[in-house]
């Protein structure tokens, strides 16, 4: 008999997740039955959304388990589509072992589970992250949405995370100008040391305005909005005319401890004097190219023309530890929370 641990919501609050607002629950799993597989979780996937989702007391009560999605070897199986020893990706919560396989039914259109495309060398751990979830949201979510153009300028924020950090050497492979915004000055020294990034502006150091009008004295014709508030407000008033602005998230307004929202200033004057297209978009809209661009991400990876890292927190007890790293910018590259470890 197998018995797992899966994390349930203990208690709601606004600010940002403590120790006891969540509790590890034992369940035993039964038998399994033709056409099941079961799956030991390896790596667990740590997501702003995760954040968002623990105050919503409505789609998520007291008692659930959290939502999640991780990396999990089959580790038995009574279904040959999913052969003991291969390792899958799996929308199974935040669990140690599942019962699979799941119904396609995810509310906002995330693949149930897949077994890993080959990844070379590289760990099972980066189909989490930029082979994974995060990589597509990088390469669609600004490729397809500001189509950038050699020799512009591009912004985006968070640029040191997992998303940010993508999108960002996307934009020099083609050829754009690129200006990274994160939250500490350390962030910025890789980011343009390591990645190749042109300029990095600390948004948590006074002036960022000023600091943003130097370091793009020509304007701004993308921006990779992952933040919101305040900060993209100042973005998007220093767009060119006809600027893409591809809306990604808004971690500014997840943890905020008064539970109100922040307040930013109004942007639609520079949307219509500038004329510019925003958009917004969920990740799985690109679904159905989920493996083409894994792909596209893995050969430009191979050809060392992406870099990545990832801060990986050990052990299934320190999930509420991972949450806050990610949420506090502890993080330079993809938050994993490794089970195993
Ligand atoms: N639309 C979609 O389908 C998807 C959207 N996303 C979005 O992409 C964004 C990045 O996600 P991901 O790469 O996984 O996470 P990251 O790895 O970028 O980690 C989150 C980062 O957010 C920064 N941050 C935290 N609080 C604030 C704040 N108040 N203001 C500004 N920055 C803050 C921190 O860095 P710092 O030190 O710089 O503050 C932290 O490292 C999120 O907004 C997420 O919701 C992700 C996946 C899919
Ligand atoms: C406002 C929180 C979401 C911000 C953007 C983001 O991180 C989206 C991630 C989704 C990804 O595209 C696929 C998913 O399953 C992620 C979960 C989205 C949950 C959002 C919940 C919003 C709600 O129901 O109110």
Redesign the pocket.
Known sequence: MVVAKKYVIQKHRSGLLQPEDVKIVEEELPELKEGEFLAQAHFISI???IQ??IH?EE?HPVGSTI?GTQIALIYDSKNPKFPIGKYIYG?FGMRTYTIGPLKDD?????PPQYILPDFNSYPYSYGLGILG?PGI?ANKGFLGLCKPQPGETVVVTTAAGAVGSVVGQIAKIKGCRVVGIAGSDEKGKWLVDVLGFDKFINYKRPDFAKKLKDAAPDGIDCYFDNVGGEISSIILSQMNKFGRISV????SA?NVESGEEPKASIVQRHLVLRQLKMEGF???RWRDEWFEIINQNLQWLREGKLKYKEHIVCGFDNFPKAVVDLMTGANTGKVILNVMG
Not at 106 to 110: A, E, H, R
Not at 248 to 251: E, L, T
């Open positions: 997501d702003p959304y968002y989702l919503d789609k939502p929308n995810d509310p906002y259109g995330m979830m949201t990604s998230g808004s971690i997840h969920m990740v799985t």
